[in-house]
């Protein structure tokens, strides 16, 4: 009998990755497109769907592919549907189903990345066999994906989990957000939010530091947090912020959902302690001294690579048309 | 063969109202008394026990009580406690299914007061047939219950729904709190908040207004509402500022849960157009687009009385004791 496998397809401001996986979680194949270069999200798939075939086919004959599991920013698993993502190239309602269904007849599952990413932490991470958690994916932007009592929360128009996009303090920022809002938390909280929080605190202090020799263009988070290492004060600072904004809104977190963990995924969850630390303190700070000590907060056991690709792809493993 | 009955007991800061509940809503009698009086939760448990048997005994011999459902702030349903109840009198962790327990050994089941009003409103109220949706209730503090999928939320610990000890403004706010931190929401949106934030307006403005005639101690929502009904400009704004606090968490709520609606109930909501306009406009102005004009912002369908009463005596009846 033949090997069954699914391709697991996590959509990104920067990159598409994509892996061909086991229902053991064993990834076969991956690759990337770049997403940022695609201005049109036809062009998109038919370059994304070439690349995924040429895996396949280097699998020969023995295994089946069931389907086609897709995390992507506003991904909306009741209608197969990207919608008015801010992180995305592409404008307005975009079918990304139908446009895969245009190459495949097999299921094709759309879902929010973070959802995915929180899918791919409870089957295959470190929220194996906890009932009640949230997953942070901290990458361009700001995803989180909500399980309560062992199943994601998809809310009634499938669009749950969308944390980055509320307000630390509503009325009071000028931080444009790609939403067309102010001040929502991934302009903070995020690879794109610290380089911006970096920019305001050299505008406003004197201390000397290496980062003022880099474009805001050239900035990246992995260049602030390396700086952070090697002591640089604003680097430090602009961690230490970000973090303590982040705390805040997990205050919320835990007093709406009560979870017994929240774990960070992706690049700034890297700088461990730098954001953990200042994220920690504050969420206890912020919280109802019946919550004091109870909810961890730990790193993603996934990698960066993996995590959203294996969620993904556990949704088609668990979606009935399998 | 005897009909069945449940105790529905709701524990609020200032009264705890009780009802002799048939399996279909049916409240047989009810009665309250004053939380407030007492200091020690058994002599309030000796009173309220003995009152609610009184009440049984007048059915005479054909109902067969099947168990007693408590909805109280920070009640736990894990444990069966009520736990630093800022609005209670009394203090720490109180046993209430415990202290029940010298009386009875019936099934005691004890949860948050806003999360048996959401079980209330899910079974007999606006919310029949609803997968996705929250209770906030407006009382001496702020309560929420929030159902996902059609089941209540409760959470790791059994605390989930505190939404009222959420921060509007983290850190910028002096308001205090009954919980020992400041600016928690119900500080603002509650019976006891618009009484606040009225007196902030006061303060401020040279506003003529009948109000200025009653002592804080005296003022009540009530009154609130009344004047702001006759017109009285710092009444009504301190109406739309309760409201767009409100707002500003509502938005938040529907970015983590995305509920079909949001139901508020209490006092408060009795205010209508005055508290739901300027909760509606903030909420939709703090939205992401893909929530816009989606999410329903109603009042509840209960009566004040009634909808903790109900929802906590289908606590045992939805209970795998009965």
């Known amino acids: 009998m033949n090997k069954k496998i699914v391709v697991g397809i996590d959509i990104g401001g920067t990159n598409t990755v994509f892996g061909i996986v086991e229902r053991n979680g064993k990834i076969l194949f991956d690759g990337k497109i770049r997403t940022s270069d695609f201005d049109e999200p036809e062009v998109f798939v038919a370059a994304l769907y070439e690349k995924i075939n040429i895996s396949i086919k280097k699998l020969g004959n023995s295994h089946d592919v ?21 992180d995305l190239p592409w404008k307005g309602i975009i079918p990304i189903a139908d446009i895969f269904h245009k190459y495949t007849d097999l299921p094709v599952i759309v879902t929010n990345d973070a959802n995915a990413a929180a899918v791919g932490e409870m089957v295959y991470g470190g929220a194996k066999g906890m009932k009640n958690f949230v997953v942070i994916t901290l990458g361009t932007g700001l995803g989180s994906g909500f399980v309560v009592d062992g199943k994601l929360v998809y809310g009634e128009d499938g669009f749950a989990g969308e944390l980055g996009h509320t307000a630390i303090r509503p009325g009071q920022s000028n931080r444009e957000c790609g939403c067309g809002r102010k001040g929502c938390l991934e302009t903070y909280v995020s690879a794109s939010g610290i380089k911006r929080t970096l920019l305001k605190i050299m505008a406003d202090s004197i201390e000397p530091s290496n980062l003022r020799k ?48 929240i774990f960070l995924f992706g690049g700034l969850a890297l700088a461990k302690d730098l954001i953990f630390e200042p994220a920690k303190e504050y969420m206890e700070e912020h919280l109802l001294n019946i919550y004091n000590g109870k909810v961890k907060l730990l790193p993603s056991k996934l990698t960066t690579q993996n995590a959203a690709v294996l969620g993904a792809s556990s949704l088609v493993w668990t979606s009935k048309e399998v």
Request: proline share 4%; hydrophobic share 45%.
């Open 66 to 86: 069931m389907g086609f599991g897709i995390g992507a920013p506003m991904g909306n698993i009741n209608k197969g549907t990207i919608e008015y993502p801010a």
């Open 214 to 261: 880099v474009s805001f263009e050239k900035l990246d988070s992995k260049m602030i947090h390396e700086a952070a290492l090697k002591g640089d004060k604003i680097a430090l600072k602009a961690f230490k912020h970000t973090g303590q904004m982040l705390g805040f809104k997990l205050a919320d977190v835990v007093a709406t959902t009560n979870p017994e963990a």
